[in-house]
């Protein structure tokens, strides 16, 4: 009851570390929360983890406890948020977002969507597309051995997921579409897109940007739970991932316009091997 809203427990009491994602949204207590980065909770103990409030005109307790939802947030809040967090990295090696930004961010697609919430609580947004997101779901499927995807919206590369295990991708890939797919309603609601809307991309353009993203010199810092926090930002790209035991348990880049990026600009190494992400993150955090 004399909680924060920014922060929350997490009592893991079985013996494996639990995997929390990036944007993940959490349903109940005082209000809705969303995760502020990717969390690998340690086996039998507790951790207070960082989160966003994404409900923000409740503030009575619907229960003691959260439940995960079907979602994590849409893309645009999850690309803000990372620029977000690692501006708080750098300056107090807090994990903090800006709370107003991501109460505006959500009011705006609720209100371009028309997805009105008493409370503005972001899961009314995609529960109001529940039908859309379910096709959604059901038109992508992943392939044997795959541990990443590359999402684009008319066109044009938006984000990218990596994972160290195809189990981990297919359990949290349902999640993923729908973060993607809303922000794609969104662009398919607006006549401007229709025009210049593309059915695929090339794979030149998708090696320039997994290229890019092996570019940017990542910043490392002690996790919210095991591993490393790592961090980046470039011109029009930000993102974050974890790092525990030599291994790459997520990384998400995502495209940003030049004037949402505060984090410095970035010089273009030598030729690297764009598909070694691994190997990437481990030379730049070390």
């Known amino acids: 009851e004399g909680g924060e809203v920014e922060q ?3 009592t893991n009491e079985g013996d494996k570390p639990i995997l929390l994602l990036d944007g993940e949204e959490l349903l109940g207590a005082k209000q809705n929360r969303s995760i502020n ?3 690998l909770a340690a086996a039998r103990k507790s951790t207070i983890i960082p989160v966003s409030c994404v409900e923000a005109g409740r503030w009575n307790s619907s229960s003691e406890h959260f439940t995960t939802s079907q979602s994590v947030a849409f893309l645009r ?6 620029g977000q967090v690692s501006e708080s990295l750098r300056r107090d090696r807090s ?3 800006d709370q107003t930004k991501v109460w505006d961010s959500i009011h705006e ?7 009105p919430s008493d409370t503005g609580a972001m899961s009314e947004i995609f529960k109001r597309y529940d039908h859309s997101m379910d096709e959604f779901c059901q038109a992508f499927t992943i392939t044997d051995n795959q541990v990443g995807a590359l999402f684009a919206i008319n066109g044009e590369i938006q984000g990218f997921e990596f994972f160290d295990a195809t189990s981990t991708l297919e359990k ?12 794609a ?6 006549s401007s897109d229709k025009k210049n809307s593309a059915d695929k991309i090339e794979i030149k353009e998708v090696k320039e940007f997994l290229q890019r993203v092996s570019n940017c010199e990542f ?3 002690p996790a919210t739970g095991l591993g490393e926090d790592v961090r980046f930002s470039a011109r029009e790209l930000c993102g974050g991932g974890l790092i525990n035991n030599n291994h790459v348990v997520h990384l998400c880049a995502f495209k940003i316009k030049s004037s949402d990026n505060s984090g410095r600009r970035n010089t273009y190494d030598e030729y690297t091997d764009y598909s070694n992400v691994a190997s990437m993150l481990r030379r730049h955090a070390g």
């Open 8 to 10: 929350l427990l997490l």
């Open 37 to 39: 980065l990717t969390i």
């Open 77 to 82: 809040m999850r690309a803000e948020k990372a």
């Open 95 to 97: 994990h903090r977002s």
């Open 109 to 115: 697609k609720a209100c371009f969507l028309q997805a």
């Open 172 to 183: 949290i890939f349902p999640k993923l579409i729908r973060s993607y797919a809303i922000d």
């Open 185 to 190: 309603i969104e662009k398919r609601s607006d």
């Open 219 to 221: 910043e490392s810092y």
